[in-house]
């Protein structure tokens, strides 16, 4: 095992053990917005160290939560007193979380049937990703704005224009990254069956965030999508 393989590893484990923790901890503490019981324990997964701390310091709920009926009024309690940085955080989490699950399950399944585009499975990878990111984020997004009980059309809508920005902005930093990790980084590209491939997709999901980041803050600042 080479120090690459050893650090992959490592990083993996404690995604995994970080995911366990947020959903044992969940099952306890439900969020109030209920897409958020998925988001934190993929936010673990990517998120070595720091997700389990953010979810600690801003997703945690109290205890035995009486949801019923309360949550516009939970939700201005609990989240109205953030900073605005930290609301966007988390808003940020709300998107990089259906992003993250598209990319997740794209990349081996990509590699599973041995997809290729142009001759390439990079660019297959992007284009089922893609397509799997936006599909998640807008169901993220669906379900998220559910509990303003608009018409389910309007919902809809309001969704699609509160991810697509967002998600182009994860994409960019995530797929630029890993167009580093193809053609610059390695003479061999790890594959979705090597820990150095899982490894790289932590770090292209961090840089993801980062560049989603700024997008979240103008969608918030604008009223597209809710601050958290």
């Known amino acids: 095992m080479n120090w690459l393989e050893a650090i992959a590893w490592m990083a993996i484990i404690i995604g995994i053990l970080q995911s366990v ?20 324990p993929l936010i673990g997964l990517y998120f070595p160290v720091f997700g389990l701390a953010s979810y600690y310091k801003l997703g945690r709920m109290p205890k035995r939560q009486h949801r019923h009926g309360e949550h516009g009024h939970e939700h201005d309690h609990r989240h109205g007193k953030k900073p605005f940085w ?8 709300h998107c990089s979380g259906g992003c993250s699950l ?19 499975r990079l660019f297959a990878d992007y284009t089922v990703e893609f397509i799997l990111a936006y599909l998640f984020g807008i169901a993220f ?12 059309k ?39 069956n090597e820990p150095a491939f899982w490894f790289m997709m932590q770090i292209a999901m961090l840089i993801g965030f980062a560049t989603s980041y700024p997008a979240n803050w103008y969608l918030v600042k604008k009223g597209v999508k809710h601050a958290m």
């Not at 923790?21 to 934190?40: S, T």
Request: no cysteine.
């Open 21 to 40: 923790l947020i959903i044992l901890d969940v099952i306890n503490r439900p969020q109030m917005m209920m897409i958020m019981n998925v988001v934190w």
């Open 86 to 93: 930290q609301s966007v955080f988390v808003s940020t989490t």
């Open 102 to 120: 598209g990319d997740m399950i794209g990349a081996p399944l990509v590699f599973a049937i041995g997809l290729t585009i142009a001759g390439s």
């Open 141 to 152: 997004q669906y379900y998220g704005m559910s509990f303003h009980h608009e018409h389910p």
């Open 154 to 192: 309007q919902e809809l809508i309001n969704a699609v224009k509160a991810d697509t920005l967002s998600l182009v902005a994860f994409e960019i930093g995530m797929f630029g990254w890993m167009a580093l990790v193809h053609f610059v980084f390695f003479a061999k590209p790890p594959e979705p």
